[in-house]
């Protein structure tokens, strides 16, 4: 298995500001995903989190709003940047752990934000 | 492209009646099947998972049986409790450690 600790658990943050999430596993992952959960809307894949290289984005999310990184391989980031209103949502992290576990994918227990 | 689909919600239950709630796939290979929930104010729990053909996957009580031939991984529980009130998704992983997600059944389980 898997413990996944994200940070802030849950922030209010104002329109147009920038803000960081951090994911910590506590073991090494090969690839670590972010995902967003608007309210009362299921989870949406926005990038995996590439260990030695560029995140890569699914389509309809940018890097630029998006900035993704993965200095290792138990920690990765998350910044959503100049937030309006339509980013007040879930920011949920997932890993595939290498162990017994199998193909179980794993999630930490979010990030909620909420942009005023 | 590989979708999920659930049944709309809400559910509503009295407790102790007996759940299902629907989940169906389209995919081009033999993905792994995974029902998540999600409590109020919380993240995303594992709930049960099943990798190929005619497994089922089992935990709390809840049971869902991998269906090749109708492409369904449908949710059920013999007797519901009022602490079963969650939202409930299904998901599948084809290939990659990617999840596709469906929309999500709420349950709301009254004593």
């Known amino acids: 298995s898997a413990v996944i600790s994200q940070k802030p658990s849950r922030d209010i943050c104002q329109r147009g500001t920038s803000l960081t999430i951090q994911c910590q596993v506590d073991?090494?992952?090969?690839?670590m995903f972010w995902y967003r959960q608007q309210p009362g809307q299921s989870l949406t894949l926005i990038a995996t989190a590439n260990q030695g290289s560029e995140a890569t984005y699914e389509s309809g999310f940018v890097i630029d709003k998006f900035p993704i990184s993965r200095p290792n391989l138990t920690f990765s980031t998350l910044t959503v940047s100049n937030m309006s209103p339509e980013d007040s949502s879930i920011y949920l992290c997932s890993v595939r752990p290498g162990d017994s576990s199998g193909n179980t994918i794993y999630f930490g227990e979010g990030s909620w934000l909420t942009v005023v | 492209g590989d979708s999920v689909t659930q049944m709309e919600g809400p559910v509503t239950l009295s407790e102790e009646a007996f759940l299902t709630i629907n989940c169906t796939y389209t995919a081009t290979g033999y993905p792994s099947l995974f029902w998540y929930v999600q409590y109020p104010g919380e993240g995303l729990q594992l709930l049960l998972k099943?990798?190929?053909?005619?497994d089922k996957g089992s935990n709390k009580g809840f049971e869902a049986t991998y269906r090749k031939e109708t492409t369904s991984f449908h949710l059920e529980k013999g007797s519901v409790q009022v602490s079963d009130s969650a939202v409930y998704f299904c998901a599948l992983r084809y290939n990659t450690d990617k999840l596709i997600f469906g929309t999500g059944t709420r349950l709301q389980v009254f004593p």
């Open positions: 073991s090494q992952v090969t690839m």
């Open positions: 099943a990798t190929k053909a005619d």
